[in-house]
């Protein structure tokens, strides 16, 4: 069966493990720490979609209605 994720792509998953663990992984818009460990993860992988290598593509995330609420008067 071939691999879902390229080793390259699990090279840039552990680089940024390990700057999460250092505590030099930010996030990129607020360039906030990267405390989450499931963030890391994301990171690396979208670092790595960006490079050309093999990652699955996202999932997309289905849209729920918003009802708006009627205001009794």
Not at 48 to 62: I, T
């Amino acid at each position: 069966m071939a691999r879902k994720y390229s080793k390259g792509a699990s090279k840039k998953v552990e680089g940024a493990m390990r700057k999460r663990k250092r505590g030099t992984l930010k996030s990129g818009r607020s360039g906030k720490k990267v405390k989450s460990r499931k963030q890391a993860i994301a990171i690396g992988l979208s670092e790595a979609r960006r490079e050309g290598k093999k990652v699955p593509k996202k999932k997309k995330k289905s849209r729920k209605k918003r009802r708006s609420k009627k205001k009794k008067s």
